[in-house]
């Protein structure tokens, strides 16, 4: 049973490596159910065989994160975006306390790192793909990349995931390379994808994944040269200058092969013109609003539009993303959420420092030797923890579950990274490892049952959305009336059903159409109940209720999405056209000069304010001409 478990998370592990490599979890969800399968079966067999014991503060620290980031997610005002988080939080905690108990075995973790290998290796090869040239390159049919040319991605729809990514498995497989076990042509190989990975960081042109990369190599290296220090002190200076020689080398052509895509991505987006330091204000300024437990999971969904800050350019998109791990889990979570965020990373380095500490002192003088597995597996994985903890100030890569995945990984190995010395057992905290079994059930079925219930309807409304763009708008139809069967209670679904009714009604024609308008209408009314946080929904129905001569709610619609959206040029732009076909051009005219002040643009290909404030004016003239 437990060798199954093992299986099943591998294949969960896989796929959602080569799937599950954007924010929404649409390509999420055959990994999520083989990661549900694997922690029911593990958690039916209940007792779980461990190679060595785990670190009881481990376990108890990250079941104290995981809980209060599932209840506040339960508790959140918008279930459908809170579903996200629990979903990721979930497979996380499947894979950590499998690599805990069941992959404790260095053999059964050799096994994980080919596997991240193999991912990378993967990664590389689309990489590859996407430097040739096919830029919107996806590995899925039908679906492009949605990110722009000149920066690989992989298999991730963002590079700077792809960076975070490369920059975890790259020093997890350099602690092996370095310390661990294993052929030369095995240990050859690892070292090109190590030097490959690190090339595929320059050429998502990521700061952030250069930034991790500084601070993993200098984890690494302190380590490294600790260890020596204690174990070989006569060799630390020659390998101390020889080392530095070598980075220094090593950067003088890193730079020189990169020079000119750092350069050219400096004159696209300079530093100084980043916009991450107005979305940090966004996110400082929802904290505020309930600063002990967070304004719910993913309401900074809502919180980068309402309080979007006036740093930001017009032009610029909504953030949706704090491109802050830290500041993210402040605004959604709370100095809770933070506190024990921060508890968690500290438990699990000092878990991985204390064995280094342990091998030093007791295994070296013992074997003679400054290896093995379970070592470098360990050091790699406090130096990958580095990276990604460090590239987490600057990007949101732990809402993408195949990264969040990765880093469920470095730390389940850091839990319990192989210390089999009985005399110094890690020190027993009553209750930690039945409520890690526990929540494994719990977070296990209910995987599977999210699986059940939202995984169908997404797979309908991404066959709606790509009906949408081949132009079919009776397949659209067809997949959103199946999706919301299969998944009633996700707003999008509704909404996207609601704006297809009003496509499909002829403008010069509604009184035609009147079965679709209040088809369309109920739509929209229940995507505003299942998420009235989405000002949006409002503006279509308010559309809607305007078409339908409900004027009073249309406009209540339209002031929900101000209150949502002040500084927005649609919501403007819709108290501009109700007005407008009230017959009241005054106000009319008073909303679109207003919309003229946003401080976000609509899009150029969407309705803009001057469009409709020249119809009000060729209507005012038409009026006059009439007049008597």
């Not at 132009?471 to 209670?489: F, I, N, V, W």
Request: include cysteine; charge should be positive; charged fraction near 15%.
């Amino acid at each position: 049973m437990q060798s199954l478990s093992v299986i099943l998370m591998c294949l969960g592990l896989v796929l959602s490596w080569v799937l599950a490599t954007e924010t929404r979890p649409l390509f999420f969800w055959p990994g999520a159910l083989l990661l549900g399968f694997a922690g029911a079966v593990a958690a039916l067999r209940w007792r779980l065989r461990v190679m060595f014991a785990p670190s009881d503060a481990c376990l108890l620290a990250a079941s104290l994160l995981t809980v209060h980031v599932m209840v506040r997610a339960w508790l959140s005002p918008v279930p459908a975006w809170a579903l996200e988080d629990m979903v990721i939080a979930a497979s996380c905690w499947v894979v950590y306390l499998l690599v805990v108990t069941a992959c404790s075995h260095p053999q059964r973790r050799a096994w994980l790192l080919v596997l991240l290998l193999a991912a990378a290796a993967g990664n590389l090869a689309a990489g590859f793909v996407h430097f040739s040239g096919r830029w919107d390159f996806h590995v899925v049919p039908d679906f492009v990349r949605a990110a722009g040319a000149g920066r690989i991605g992989g298999f991730f729809a963002n590079p700077n995931h792809l960076g975070a990514f490369f920059a975890m498995a790259l020093f997890l497989s350099a602690g092996w390379l370095c310390y661990g076990r294993g052929g030369a042509l095995l240990k050859a190989l690892a070292g090109f994808l190590i030097v490959a990975m690190a090339a595929g960081c320059a050429l998502t042109l990521s700061r952030g994944a250069l930034i991790s990369l500084a601070a993993g190599g200098a984890v690494f290296a302190g380590l490294s040269l600790l260890m020596v220090w204690r174990a070989r002190p006569q060799v630390f200076w020659p390998l101390l200058g020889g080392g530095l020689l070598a980075v220094m080398a090593a950067g003088v052509v890193f730079w020189k092969v990169n020079e000119e895509q750092m350069l050219t991505r400096e004159l696209r987006s300079p530093v100084s013109g980043d916009v991450r330091l107005a979305v940090w204000k966004s996110a400082l300024a929802q904290h505020e609003e309930a600063p002990w437990l967070g304004a719910g999971a993913r309401m900074f969904y809502e919180g980068s539009i309402r309080l979007r800050a006036p740093e930001l350019p017009v032009t610029a998109a909504d953030p949706l993303f704090a491109h802050n791990e830290y500041l993210q889990m402040l605004a959604d979570y709370g100095w809770a959420g933070l506190a024990l965020a921060l508890l968690m990373l500290a438990a699990h380095a000092w878990s991985g420092l204390s064995f280094l500490r342990w091998f030093i002192r007791h295994r070296y003088p013992v074997t003679g030797r400054l290896a093995g597995n379970s070592l470098g597996l360990a050091v790699g994985s406090l130096a990958a923890l580095a990276a990604t903890a460090a590239h987490a100030a600057v990007e949101f890569h732990f809402h993408v579950p195949a990264t969040a995945l990765t880093g469920a990984l470095l730390l389940g190995i850091l839990a319990n990274p192989g210390l089999d010395d009985p005399k110094r057992a890690p020190v027993r905290l009553p209750g930690a490892r039945f409520a890690a079994k526990a929540l494994l059930a719990v977070f296990s079925f209910g995987l599977l049952a999210c699986v059940w219930t939202q995984a169908r309807g997404d797979y309908f409304l991404a066959r709606a959305a790509v009906a949408q763009v081949r132009g079919d708008r009776a397949e659209r139809l067809q997949m959103l009336a199946r999706a919301a069967a299969a998944s009633p209670g996700n707003p999008e679904v509704h909404y996207q059903r609601g704006l297809a009714l009003l496509e499909k009604v002829d403008a010069d024609k509604r009184d035609a159409a009147q079965a679709d308008l209040e088809a369309a209408a109920a739509a929209l009314a229940e995507a505003v109940a299942l998420n009235p946080a989405r000002y949006l929904h409002h503006l279509a129905l308010a559309d809607a209720c305007d078409a339908l001569g409900r004027h009073d709610e249309a406009f209540g619609h339209v002031r929900s999405a101000l209150a949502l959206a002040p500084v927005h040029e649609e919501p403007r732009l819709a108290l501009g056209i109700h007005w407008h076909r009230l017959g009241d051009f005054a106000r009319a005219e008073r909303a679109y000069l207003w919309a003229s002040e946003a401080g976000a643009w609509n899009d150029e290909e969407t309705a803009r304010w001057p469009d409709n404030y020249r119809l009000l004016l060729q209507h005012a003239a038409l009026m006059r001409r009439q007049s008597p």
